[in-house]
């Protein structure tokens, strides 16, 4: 029988350690309410705003989910509520300034920890590794 580790177990791993060294650091800095879920959140808003449909759906989850995190980050102050521009009886959900601050907090706290892979592989390498992910992905 041969032995063989599926792709997925790796990818998983190295995305649980990426995540749980954010959200570590994330808590140590005073932003403990901030869950990994919402990381959708962050991850996908537009920096224009974004409704709650669009989000969900770039996300792949339930319109009622993404609400769910949406409306705990707005009471929270990290998104607040704007008219669409383009469609009158719609909601724009966008980041507040504390919002903004977490966002780029959590792309360098990332970045950080990507340096650890890249120590590990050598600059090169890494930068092979992102772009084969890259290339997967589209």
Known sequence: MISYT?????LKALSDDLVGDLHRQLA????????????????????????????AARVKITKQSMSTLVYQLEEWG???RRPDP??????????????????????ALNYEF??????????EDFSRFRTYLQRLWE
């Open 114 to 123: 990507e340096q650890k892979w890249a120590g590990k592989l050598g600059a």
């Open 28 to 55: 140590e800095r005073g932003y403990a309410e901030i869950r990994p879920s919402h990381g959708m959140v962050f991850q996908y808003m537009q920096e224009e705003g974004s409704r709650i449909t669009d989000l």
């Open 6 to 10: 599926n792709t997925g177990f790796y």
């Open 78 to 80: 990290y998104l607040e």
């Open 86 to 107: 383009t469609d009158k009886r719609a909601v724009l959900f966008a980041f507040t300034d504390k919002g903004r601050e977490v966002r780029k907090l959590g792309r």
